[in-house]
């Protein structure tokens, strides 16, 4: 069964740093795209980055890039998604996706709040 389990949210302040990770089972996360999608309340999910398989093509919204970094540990078979100079607007449920057609798993999300 592909499952995905995020983890590291938590509580920071305006312009310190998160590192989320993207724990992946039942699959080998070389083999698929992975992405990072944020909701904020009221508003719908979103993609903040992706990586395909390979890792050759890496992809941001424009308000995370240069901020945010997605990265694989295929070892590991996690994903991460290292965020700095957060800010308040970066205040979100964060969650992981791992895509290859037919399958496309969703994680349960992890919050991240971005407050003084």
Do not use: H
């Not at 992975?34 to 308000?63: D, H």
């Amino acid at each position: 069964q592909v499952q995905v389990v995020e983890s590291g949210g938590g509580l920071v302040q305006p312009g310190g740093s998160l590192r989320l990770s993207c724990a992946a089972s039942g699959f080998t996360i070389s083999s698929y795209r992975m992405s990072w999608y944020r909701q904020a309340p009221g508003k719908e999910r979103y993609l903040v980055a992706t990586i395909t398989s390979t890792g050759g093509s890496i992809n941001y919204a424009s308000a995370v890039e240069g901020r945010f970094t997605i990265s694989r540990d295929n070892a590991k078979n996690t994903v991460y998604l290292q965020m700095n100079s957060l800010k308040p607007e970066d205040t979100a449920i964060y969650y992981c996706r791992a895509m290859n057609w037919p399958n496309d798993a969703w994680g349960q999300g992890t919050q991240v709040t971005v407050s003084s």
